[in-house]
């Protein structure tokens, strides 16, 4: 069965702190994907990479990171995190071609105190 | 105005009967459309993809695609309170490697 794995399924951090997300995929896609859903916003895109080192910024990039240092690992970095940081956060896979939708890993609940 | 629009709901449709889920979006060259299911607390899962004007039945799915009128819909026969979820359209603009998502449908089947 292919997989989206996030390390973590709640996390508690301080704020300040520096967070990282990590999320592995066994699927040999090219594109991964960091969003993170809010209550009445929806998924909103924070950053994505097509390739190993590649990436691109989403619509709400301010205040995160990204490493993709080898194809089935996509970390999101909250370098200073914030409490207006707290949400779930997404990560999703998929193949390159406009027909190919997402598979999404299981989600990261992070709260920001 | 937002790029993919839904209806937040709730939908509250019983037992049995046909759901019907819309979505709306604003990139007139948008390719590719996908309905995603998520129930509460967990992530979102691909119900349906569709590409062409039309109907594309997939069990008691039928996603319609209306390209002219910027329309995507899901239909749920036999709706059954298993189906409870938040249904999200979502989108692909045109050139675009990301999905744009919908705020979601809040789907509630009465026993």
């Known amino acids: 069965d292919v997989k989206v794995t996030q390390s973590s399924r709640y996390l508690v951090k301080r704020t300040g702190e520096k967070v990282f997300l990590e999320c592995v995929q066994d699927?040999?896609?090219?594109?991964m994907f960091w969003y993170r859903q809010d209550p009445g916003l929806g998924l909103r895109l924070i950053y994505f990479?097509?390739?190993?080192?590649?990436?691109e910024k989403g619509d709400i990039p301010e205040g995160y990171s990204v490493s993709r240092e080898k194809k089935e690992r996509f970390s999101l970095i909250l370098e200073s995190a914030s409490t207006n940081q707290t949400s779930m956060y997404l990560c999703a896979s998929s193949q390159t071609g406009g027909s190919y939708g997402y598979t999404f890993g299981s989600g990261t609940r992070l709260t920001v105190v | 105005q937002k790029e993919v629009e839904q209806n937040s709901g709730p939908l509250s449709v019983p037992e049995g009967a046909i759901a019907s889920l819309n979505c709306t979006y604003s990139d007139r060259g948008s390719q590719s459309f996908f309905w995603y299911r998520q129930y509460s607390g967990k992530s979102p899962e691909l119900i349906m993809s569709?590409?062409?004007?039309g109907d594309k039945e997939d069990g008691r799915f039928t996603a319609q695609l209306n390209k002219a009128s910027q329309y995507v819909s899901l239909l749920i026969r036999d709706s059954q309170p298993s189906d409870s979820a938040t249904y999200l359209c979502?989108?692909?603009?045109?050139?675009?490697?990301?999905?744009?998502f919908g705020s979601g449908t809040r789907l509630q089947v009465q026993p």
């Open positions: 569709i590409y062409s004007n």
């Open positions: 979502a989108v692909r603009n045109t050139g675009r490697r990301a999905l744009t």
């Open positions: 699927m040999d896609h090219e594109n």
């Open positions: 990479s097509y390739d190993v080192k590649m990436k």
